[in-house]
């Protein structure tokens, strides 16, 4: 439900709600808060609520000033987790200097901004995330180890797998957020997990994706488990990815999806470094279905890209390259981008290669782009990338090729 400002004064009021959360997230993705009283929000709204920037991953350091959270209304949700009497609310927020200008690595800003660009153009962009993650045991003291959860393996079910009640909880929970989950299953690995999203605009995407990690960690917490949002958190064994579903159509609903995927498959390399931030990422490419190559396919799940037939779904891609460590914001930005380079670029896209990348012999492969292999390659080519120093301030790239 979206809601104005009036409403959410009103509503704090009448509902007894204690404390208000305004929610941002540093260059990363990590999500960070501060908590006000009743009292502060009509200021929040009309002003900002400062917070101290040189601490924050990213945004400054002792010398710059500081930022202001501007909380947007239409994002209220309450934290069903908390006590119902003196309840708690969230919000996320818009990010400014003191003088109003808009701070420049505010991710979630920019991606409003790729979504309104492609919006000015004729193009509607749509995004569904598919997120995996692995369960573990944690220790007497609460700490995590590396003992899954379980040894189940692909959509098994209970007794085998034990998370099926932590996703049940996790998804009610989403649910009562305004947040719709679509589907979850048990994943490959042991206490490997994965939880679906419906296809929804840009913005709620990213903000769902990251609200999901939030909630998915609450939860295992609360049933004495460690929620592991890493790539590769078991050697050996698969990895976890953030599977992105995107479609893009015209405002007269003709899909365009083709050039866009060409865009995106042609700027995937200069992409990598923000979808796959860590060196931890690069261990999980060419194993476990998780793609090596630049291509696309129908079927085959090797492949970067997959474009499946589902009856009765609008046709989209699925980008199975990027993994939970990514900020969801820069990933949905930079796919924007790229694609709507593929389409003022009256980029064609390749024939399908319906073909199983793992096992193809070397002269085959040899035709095929690849990702990076390192975090190293990703970084190099992002610096020298002018479709990145297009798309992202040069605070941002310095900062992720940099690793400060």
């Known amino acids: ?4 400002p009036v409403e959410i004064i009103q509503y704090v009021r009448e509902e007894d709600v204690k404390f208000i959360r305004l929610a941002f997230c540093d260059i990363y993705g990590n999500q960070k808060n501060i908590a006000i009283m009743p009292y502060e929000l009509e200021r929040a709204f009309a002003h900002g609520m400062p917070v101290d920037a040189s601490a924050i991953a990213g945004f400054g350091d002792e010398m710059h000033e500081d930022l202001f959270l501007h909380p947007e209304a239409s994002t209220l949700a309450r934290l069903p987790w908390r006590p119902e009497s003196g309840s708690v609310v969230r919000m996320f927020c818009d990010i400014t ?13 920019l991606l409003k901004n790729a ?18 993650f692995y369960l573990f045991k944690t220790d007497e003291t609460g700490a995590p180890t590396r003992i899954p959860h379980d040894e189940a393996g ?12 932590v996703r049940r909880e996790v998804q009610l ?14 994943e490959e690995g042991p206490g490997q997990n994965e939880i679906d999203f419906k296809s929804s605009d840009p913005i709620s995407a990213a903000d769902n994706a990251v609200t999901f990690q939030s909630v998915v960690r609450t939860i295992a917490g609360r049933n004495g488990l460690y929620a592991d949002f890493s790539p590769k958190p078991l050697p050996g064994y698969p990895g976890s990815g953030l599977h992105i579903n995107l479609s893009a159509q015209t405002h007269e609903g003709r899909d365009c999806l083709d050039p866009v995927i060409a865009g995106i498959m042609d700027k995937i390399c200069e992409c990598t ?8 990422s690069y261990e999980r490419f060419g194993k476990s279905k998780a793609p090596k190559y630049i291509s696309w396919s129908r079927y085959n799940r090797s492949q970067l890209i997959r474009v499946p037939e589902l009856p009765g779904v609008p046709r989209r891609a699925e980008l199975r390259s990027p993994d939970p460590s990514a900020n969801p914001y820069l990933a949905l930005l930079l ?25 193809a012999p070397a002269e085959t492969l040899e035709n095929y782009g690849r990702l990076p292999e390192n975090l190293e390659a990703a970084r190099y ?11 992202l301030p040069a605070r941002l790239i310095r900062s992720y090729c940099s690793g400060n």
């Open 381 to 391: 080519a992002a610096e020298e990338s002018s479709f990145i120093k297009a798309s």
């Open 115 to 132: 979504a309104e660009e492609a919006d000015r153009k004729g193009i509607q962009f749509r995004f569904g995330t598919e997120m995996e």
């Open 1 to 4: 439900m979206k809601y104005t």
């Open 173 to 186: 929970t989403l649910e009562q957020m305004g947040i719709q989950p679509e589907s979850s299953h048990h």
């Open 97 to 109: 200097y003191a003088d109003g200008r808009p701070f420049e690595a505010d991710c979630r800003r």
């Open 154 to 165: 692909y959509m098994d079910i209970a007794p085998a797998d034990k998370g099926e009640n």
């Open 335 to 359: 796919l924007i981008r790229a694609g709507l380079y593929g389409i003022e670029n009256h980029m064609e896209l390749a024939q399908p290669t319906d073909i199983n990348l793992y096992n």
């Open 273 to 280: 470094v923000f979808m796959n931030p860590i060196s931890n």
